[in-house]
């Protein structure tokens, strides 16, 4: 060895060190490689893909390989760089290269590499899933006597060596990706899909029309008042009762009712001939079964009732489509129950409900009680206050500007400043 020119040993140093940086590199790329990305473009037919999501399946045979291969050479490139340094230097030399290699190998074979894996994953994990591939068949016998050992040595003091494939992620793993999607997803989208996920933590109760607010028939009623609810109706479909709202029996389409008040029949047997079954739902249902119940059921309209069978509200398949893709009319002051003022408040009615008023004005008010911006104030307060009356709840200021005599009628909303998000208290 003694006879090789310095220039080949040299090229053979280099070429070490390019290896050694390789192993380094593509180590980082494919443990860096986003899991969900690499089984979707392997499912895809990317050939580089399918080759680094199979071989990722039994980590610790990759690693053992990588490993092997990269201390091999490591020690290959110590010994050359010892006679390199002996033959140029004498024993001088030797230290000499040993600082000298020390950092070569710091920068060039494990920094610079390793760096470069992480920020471009893909563009290094991929050819190198080729060259792994028949390496580690050729070097299968190695690498799992290494791993057998290094088994044996983690099972000895307790630690299991079972390699579990746990990618799924959670209800809230996953929409923190859905958040952190960025410009791959469009807003919009963004929203909806968040919403989505957002089902499951809501129930009926929370976006039903309260009890007070539906709009039914009463067949006990005379047809001039069954006509004139009709006239006054906002909605295509009503419930019908009997005596009061507890005693719904069905529910008719509007205009099966128009035709009958034309026909002259507006009694309470042509009303029941033509009216349907009412469909009754628990209060607890989730949104998400929910939608599930009402594509199985073919209905769109539901009863909510409580545990002793009392109605509760109303739910229509259009509340929760508007849970997925936001309320239909997205400007505040197009919603009824909200009007903006010049100074930046917003006048609200007492019956608006939270989770619409949070999305419509972007609040942040505690939606996990009450249902309705009274019934958190009153229970905030603990009474009904009367008017002008001015609490803070969650750090925003509220001003109760107008009661009757059961609740809460109007109030008006200031957005919140962050110096008093903490200070919440009654004025």
């Not at 290699?101 to 992480?118: C, D, N, R, Y």
């Not at 309260?210 to 909605?235: C, H, K, V, W």
């Not at 042509?270 to 209905?299: C, D, G, V, W």
């Not at 972007?362 to 911006?373: A, M």
Request: with cysteine; glycine share 8%; proline share 5%.
């Amino acid at each position: 060895m003694a006879d090789i020119p310095l220039s080949i040993l040299f090229g053979a140093l280099i070429a070490l060190l390019g290896l050694s940086a390789f192993f380094s590199g593509s180590e980082t790329a494919l443990m860096s490689l986003n899991p969900y990305r690499l089984k979707h473009m392997a499912d895809q037919g990317h050939p580089g893909a399918r080759r680094a999501w199979k071989l990722l399946q039994q980590p610790d045979r990759l690693i053992g390989l990588i490993l092997l291969g990269n201390n091999f050479i490591n020690i290959i490139i110590t010994q050359l760089a010892t006679f390199i340094g002996y033959r140029l230097f004498d024993d001088s030399g030797i230290a000499i290269a040993t600082g000298v290699l020390t950092l070569v190998l710091l920068i060039f074979a494990e920094v610079a590499p390793k760096t470069l894996g992480a920020l471009h994953a893909e563009k290094l994990a991929y050819p190198a899933a080729f060259i792994y591939t028949p390496l580690l068949k050729l070097a299968y016998p190695m690498v799992w006597l290494i791993n057998m050992m290094a088994n044996g040595v983690l099972t000895l003091i307790g630690v299991p060596t079972q390699v579990h494939q746990g990618n799924a992620l959670s209800h809230e793993e996953l929409k923190s990706v859905v958040k952190e999607a960025g410009e791959h997803i469009d807003n919009s989208h963004q929203e909806m899909l968040l919403r989505i996920l957002e089902l499951e933590e809501a129930s009926v109760k929370d976006i039903m029309i309260p009890r007070a607010e539906i709009e039914g028939i009463d067949l006990e009623a005379p047809p001039e008042e069954i006509e004139e609810t009709i006239m006054q109706s906002n909605y295509t479909r009503m419930p019908v009762y009997v005596g009061n709202i507890n005693n719904i029996v069905g529910y008719i389409h509007l205009r099966r009712i128009i035709s009958l008040a034309n026909a002259d029949m507006l009694d309470r047997e042509h009303i029941e001939k033509h009216m349907r079954e009412p469909y009754f739902i628990p209060e607890s249902t989730s949104l998400t079964q929910q939608l599930l119940n009402f594509k199985q059921a073919r209905r769109s309209h539901a009863i909510v009732v409580d545990e002793y069978g009392d109605v509760q509200g109303l739910v229509t398949m259009e509340d929760l489509l508007g849970e997925i893709v936001g309320e239909f009319t997205l400007d505040s002051g197009a919603l009824s129950e909200i009007s903006p003022q010049d100074d930046g408040s917003y006048i609200v009615e007492g019956s608006i409900n939270i989770r619409q008023l949070n999305r419509s004005l972007h609040l942040d008010l505690p939606d996990d009680g009450p249902r309705t911006l009274n019934g958190l104030i009153t229970e905030y307060l603990e009474t009904l206050p009367d008017a002008p009356t001015c609490v803070k709840i969650n750090g925003y200021p509220l001003e109760i500007t107008k009661t009757t005599d059961n609740s809460i009628a109007l109030v008006r909303i200031w957005p919140r400043k962050e110096e008093d998000s903490d200070d919440d208290g009654e004025g």
